[in-house]
Structures are given as C-alpha cells and as structure tokens.
C-alpha cells in the first residue's frame, strides 16, 4: 500500500463529507468516489471515524495551502488579509449558489457529541484559523487601541464568517454574509479611529 492510496480515501473523503455530511456519507461511498478497494481502505483505516479523524489533520495541516495562501496572495496589508480571506468564502458562496459550507464549521453543527479526538480536531482546526487572523490583526497592532484584545477579536472574525456563511446557506442569499461583514467592518474601523483620535 503507498500513500497516494490513503491521500486518495483523504481525498474522496473530504470531498464527500463536505458534500453530503459525514453521516450521510457511507463507506462504500468513500470507496466509490477514491476508486480503491475495501482492503486498502481498511489497511490505512480501521474505521469510517478514523477517516475523519485525518480528514481533521489534513484540514488542520493544510491551512496555509489550502486556504491561507490563495486567499493572501495578492494582499500585502494585515487587515486586508483578514478580509481577503472573508472574501474567498464569498467566492464559495457565490460559485456555489449559497450551498457551501465551511467543512470544519458544518461538521461541528452535524456531530453534536462527537468522540474525544474528533472534538480536538475540530477545536485545533478552528484554533490554527484563528491564530493566523490574530497574527495578522497583531501585525497591526499599533492601529488599534492598546486595550485590544486580539484573539477575542480574530474569534469575533471567526464567528462572523461562520454566521455569515449560515445565514446565507438557510436564506440561499449572500446579501446576509456581505451585511454581516459590513458590520465587522465597520466594528474594525471604529476601533482604528479610536486610536487615531487618542
């Protein structure tokens, strides 16, 4: 067995989750969509939970390629970068009609008691995406009053873009995602003005 086998079943399985829900996706439509037999799916995988859980790790390992790294390319400013990233989940939700979902944000809505290392996974993914707006957003520390607490504020981005993302899914209308970032907008903007007018 190599590992493009199992980065395949990763793959498919990715896919197929974000696609159809991870209780909705059997394995034997894992094993349709990465075009490998049930041998080599169950040498590398024990179980249907051990697919998610490195589906998690390649969501969580893959971040600055997946995700970081398209969506800052051509942005130079900290603050910009933050809403450059907003902006690539626009994009979905717009290719997509206002189906796309954040894969770590609807598998987190789908498993309401999901298994101890499935909840880490998910945490450190959200984490790993927090900690890189923070990053950003204390590059530009000296914009925003002293008092600033980052991490609650890049949360704060993480929670609107999550929100943003649902509203727009149930009302199949991106209008809710663009209001809701006007308003984290117009939050990041007065807080800027606060420092300039100190």
Known sequence: MNKD????IVEAAMELFWLKGYGSTSVA???SRSQVNSGSLYYFFPGKQDVLVA?????RDG??????????????DPVEKVFALLALYRRALVDTDCTYGCPIGSLALELHEPDLPVRELMAANFSAWVGAVEAQLRSAADRFPQTTDFRAL???VLNVMEGGVM???TFRDVAHF???IAQLRAHFDALTQRERAA
């Open 167 to 169: 509203q727009a899914r």
């Open 5 to 8: 086998t199992r980065q395949r």
């Open 63 to 76: 971040i600055g390629r997946m995700l970081l790294e398209p969506a800052w390319a051509a942005v130079d």
């Open 154 to 156: 890049a949360e704060l």
């Open 29 to 31: 439509d894992i094993l």
């Open 55 to 59: 589906v998690l790790e390649a969501y």
């Open 178 to 180: 663009d209001r809701a």
